[in-house]
């Protein structure tokens, strides 16, 4: 058998040749929803389209070749190839050529790459030190009041409650410095409970490195477009009691705390992926669409396009002044900086994350008044920052000509920006995180308790981190039924 040995290793080695040439690219793999989706969704998001990278120690080329534009539940290929071998070519959609990144590139493992840290390593990021000393120079009294002052205390009963009665909402729980979640009801919208985790993972991170932990706390978050007052049924429960829900955005007088749940849409990925890089690299996309451009060369129109007449976006196609221009197509939104003013509808929700894009552009800002919004509107300063419309957009076309003859469109146009650089860049957005959760903690009636039987959060947890469930106790959920 001895002598047998180098026979065997050579039939092996011959077979594996036969394999190669079959095949150049043998180590490709299709996957659902896991790491390696993952890392492609964030390397579309990255523009990037390979990356040398060191796997088990080997440098590896990473490549994508299907697009992921479809929902995160789509299969999509990974393909790896020694990074010594000679590249097969492939052809390309044409919105497949993207930039490259510089030669010589390499990182330790797929997470590095693009940019999915773990908790461990995110304070070996170049940028955590200057993110954790970075002051926000916004005041958050007046956010916080509006989002958390009808209550002067929040019970255990009132969590319960909700997570025995409300669909589609998880319950998140910080403890000894662990954040934990469950949900039972929670069919949808995983990818934006995933982006709000690591924002409060992040925010939990940064406060303690700033010498100041976060307290303790335990609170329930719709990661749904509705706020508390929407999606209630028949529960006399929901209808009747004062419950704090944690929610995109928060309407007068309802049970909302406005928490940035779906930021990922404009600075992070479509399956919900975050990460310091990736949050950074499209605040920076976002800032070149909105760039500063000579005034006067802008056309002198306000510009707005739809695919649909939700809410009073009517008023809009049907104004009278010649210094609008409605278009019902869909245009990019790097196309809107070439106009002097805008306008933001909502729609039929009371708000639409749209606002998040409109916040870069050089442009007066005329904004639909609403009783819903998310948190950060509410830092713009009405009449200097923007100027306010009716809620039917009635008064459009008067509000637009008065302030084209004021001559403060340009002044107005530079002071809405400025804000909203400030407002949505991430010092800024971990700061009012941060806040939002210590004055909640405050309120809360009870010591959170660790919830041992929920999975614990890690920064670069994958979609099906998501997907576990945790079922409420029976008995205490029956007294409500």
């Excluded at 796997?55 to 999509?76: E, H, Y």
């Excluded at 510089?102 to 030190?129: C, M, Y």
């Excluded at 849409?265 to 920076?284: C, F, H, R, T």
């Excluded at 998310?374 to 923007?386: C, D």
């Amino acid at each position: 058998m001895a002598d047998q040995g180098p026979v065997i290793f050579v039939l092996v080695c011959a077979l594996c040749l036969v394999l190669v040439a079959l095949e150049p690219w043998a180590d490709t793999k299709t996957t659902p929803n896991d790491e390696a989706t993952d890392a492609l969704l964030a390397l579309n998001r990255h523009k990037y389209d390979e990356q040398t990278v060191l796997v088990n120690d080997k440098p590896v080329q990473v490549r994508m070749i299907q697009d992921p534009t479809g929902a995160p539940s789509d299969l999509f290929v990974a393909e790896t190839q020694p990074a010594n071998e000679p590249q097969v070519p492939r052809a390309k959609p044409p919105h497949m050529n993207r930039v490259q990144p510089q030669a010589g590139n390499t990182h330790k493992g797929i997470a590095s790459v693009f940019g999915l840290e773990s908790n461990n390593n995110i304070r070996q990021h170049p940028d955590w030190l200057s993110l954790v000393s970075s002051k926000c120079p916004l005041a958050h009294d007046k956010v916080l009041e509006e989002q958390l002052g009808q209550w002067s205390e929040i019970s255990m009963d009132m969590l319960d409650m909700l997570y025995c009665e409300r669909k589609h909402v998880a319950r998140i729980s910080h403890v000894n410095g662990e954040l934990r979640h469950g949900s039972w009801q929670l069919s949808m919208d995983l990818n934006r409970l995933r982006s709000s985790m690591w924002l409060m993972q992040v925010a939990i991170l940064r406060a303690k490195d700033r010498g100041n932990p976060i307290p303790d706390f335990e609170l329930v978050l719709n990661p749904t477009d509705k706020t508390s007052e929407y999606g209630i049924g028949n529960s006399r429960v929901l209808k009747e009691e004062r419950l704090p829900l944690f929610c995109n955005a928060k309407c007068i007088g309802d049970n909302s705390i406005s928490f940035p749940i779906m930021f990922n849409a404009q600075l992070g990925g479509a399956a919900g992926e975050m990460s310091i890089d990736l949050y950074n690299g499209k605040y920076a996309e976002l800032m070149m669409m909105g760039q500063p451009r000579p005034w006067l060369e802008k056309k002198p129109k306000l510009f707005f396009t739809s695919t649909n007449f939700r809410g009073n976006r009517q008023a809009i196609f049907d104004a009278k002044s010649p210094n609008v221009l409605a278009l019902m197509q869909v245009v990019p939104i790097s196309e809107y900086g070439d106009y002097q003013y805008l306008v933001y509808a909502f729609g039929h929700s009371g708000w639409s994350q749209r606002l998040r894009e409109l916040a870069f552009m050089d442009a007066a800002m005329l904004v639909e008044s609403s009783q819903c919004h998310e948190y950060y509107q509410s830092y713009f300063e009405e009449g200097k920052e923007y100027v306010p419309l009716k809620e039917d957009l009635s008064d459009l076309d008067q509000a637009l000509d008065d302030l084209i003859a004021s001559g403060k469109g340009q002044a107005m146009a530079k002071a809405w920006r400025t804000k909203g650089l400030t407002v949505l860049g991430l010092p800024c957005v971990l700061d009012y995180v941060e806040h939002l959760l210590r004055k909640y903690a405050s309120l809360q009636q009870f010591t959170p308790v660790l919830r041992s039987s929920w999975p614990v959060y890690h920064l670069n947890a994958t979609l099906s981190h998501y997907h576990a469930r945790q079922m409420p106790d029976f008995d205490l959920c029956s007294q409500w039924y």
